[in-house]
Nanobody, 117 residues
């Protein structure tokens, strides 16, 4: 089992920045082998991929956030980060941390990000 706890959400003006953190705990082996990711879900919309990062640190981004968001991971701290710059109102959503070590998805409880225009 893997437990994920997100933090760092909040209210920010358009053009501003936020840094989300996701602390993983539980089965350390599963955490170490897991692709980690961030997803988001806006009201009335489906959950969508924002970014993922492999165990080796290779990132992958949705086109809508490329050049603005940066995903990183600290394997010693079992923590994944999402640095979000140049935020837009359309980035407003609940952001969820995801761990997928063996085909099973683990999710955090989510953190709200609201970008005002």
């Amino acid at each position: 089992q893997v437990q994920l706890v997100e933090s760092g959400g909040g209210l920010v003006q358009a053009g501003g920045s936020l840094r989300l953190s996701c602390a993983a705990s539980g089965n350390i082996f599963l955490i170490k082998i897991s692709v980690m990711g961030w997803y988001r879900q806006a009201p009335g919309k489906q959950r969508e991929l924002v970014a993922t990062i492999t165990t080796g640190g290779s990132p992958n981004y949705a086109d809508s956030v490329k050049g603005r968001f940066t995903i990183s991971r600290d394997n010693a701290k079992n923590t994944v980060y999402l640095q979000m710059n140049s935020l837009k109102p359309e980035d407003t959503a609940v952001y969820y941390c995801n761990s997928n070590p063996t085909g099973i998805n683990y999710w955090g409880q989510g953190t709200q990000v609201t970008v005002s225009s």
